[in-house]
């Protein structure tokens, strides 16, 4: 194993393209290609036989697993974690022989989320803060901040902590998660954390 080594590390089989910009301690393995003008925070692992898109933003700590396609439109904030060979789109309506190359839909994942693997998103939502869309599901409108989804079209089915572990309100709208002993309330079918 050979790596060009500068601020990140860089397999000898990835390609990355010029204007972009990679953070201190990112690591970026197998035939993996980052293409023009991306951003890419510190300490993000992106996976093998990664595809990203010019003009695509990864947060701070992003974990890209392997085979996954991040194309343009999308941004990723800090500590979101993208499962195997998961899927975004950017354009609704595709055509081979239409070039709608000015019609990407942005899609943005907030702090924390973490996408399934084989999950697919289709362009134009956004994905709240500590969501968990589970794997293989397919999300078609936005998620809420905490949402717990799964399936085809995805589908609320709870609510998760910070931890990713399944939050039970009790009669008061409170809960506990049980791995951190953070504290959550559940208010207007919005969860927030009890800091």
Known sequence: MHFCMKDYFAHETAVID?????????KIWHFSHIMSNCTIGESCN???????????????NVKV???????????????????????????INPRSAVSRKDCYRRTLVMRG????ANATVVCGHDIGRYALIGAGAVVTKNIPDYALVVGNPARQMGWVSEYGCKLSFDSNGLATCPESGQQYK????KVTRIK
Do not use: H, W
């Open 18 to 26: 010029e204007g972009c910009t990679i953070g201190k301690g990112t």
């Open 186 to 189: 559940l208010e207007n079918n």
């Open 46 to 60: 992106i996976g093998q036989n990664v595809v990203v898109s010019p003009d695509v933003t990864l947060g701070r």
């Open 65 to 91: 697993q392997n085979n996954v396609s991040i194309y343009t439109g999308v941004i990723c904030e800090d500590d979101v974690f993208l499962g195997p060979s998961m899927v975004f789109t950017n354009v």
């Open 113 to 116: 989320a973490s996408i399934g």
